[in-house]
């Protein structure tokens, strides 16, 4: 049994991974800011850990990383428009959980990013959503940087609809949609494949069963 740390452990995609995790034979632990979500989170089947993204140092990531055989950093400023939180969450939660993890000891690190966020933006681009790809985009090159064990996962414009199981997934695929279910159940897959360390791609909803399109990315 692994412990997997989910940051952003209350988020839509989180609620969906820890019981794939769990069914796996793992222990996630759910990091999450508000206490009120306990309840919810440990029916699910995990621990849940305090901790918020935004007032908390390197150091209080480390500490709630301790005992953790991986990182998942699943973490948003939220869709309503805030630039600032985009900085302080997507990006700065990013950057605090990958020192977190590095002190810690845990090299096995799983991010969520977003399609095409190293193409150019237009210039008619809202402030908050130019905020949101620029953060992204940041937090990869610092993850890819660093001397973890990372993946990072691109997902297109995700929806709420049942997973399928199947997708496309490349380095680079034309935009699409994907449900969260699935995206959670490719964080799933790669965490055990040691093939997928310092990958990246992008994936959206295709043809193909997960398992078999992780293969053959990785071939």
Known sequence: MTRIAIVGGHGKIA??????????????VALVRNPDHTAELQDLGAEVVLLDIEAS???DFAQAFTGA???????GGGGDGN???KKTVDL???????????????????????????????????????????????????????????????????TDDPGTGSVTLAE?????????????????AVLEDPATHRQQWEVVSGPT??????AAAVS
């Open 15 to 28: 609620r969906l991974l820890i019981p794939v995790l769990v069914d796996a034979g793992h222990q996630p």
């Open 57 to 59: 140092d390197d150091a």
């Open 69 to 75: 055989g991986a990182v998942v950093f699943a973490a």
């Open 83 to 85: 630039v600032e939180r």
């Open 92 to 158: 700065g939660g990013s950057l605090k959980s990958i020192a977190g993890a590095t002190a810690a000891g845990v090299s096995r690190f799983v991010q969520i990013s977003a399609i095409s966020v190293d193409e150019p933006l237009g210039d008619d681009v809202e402030d908050s959503w130019k905020a949101y790809v620029e953060a992204k985009r940041e937090a990869d090159v610092v993850l890819r940087a660093s001397d973890l064990d990372w993946t990072i996962i691109r997902p297109g414009g995700l």
């Open 172 to 188: 680079k695929v034309d935009r699409g949609q994907i449900p969260r279910a699935d995206v959670a159940a490719v964080i799933a």
């Open 209 to 214: 069963p997960i398992v078999d399109a992780i």
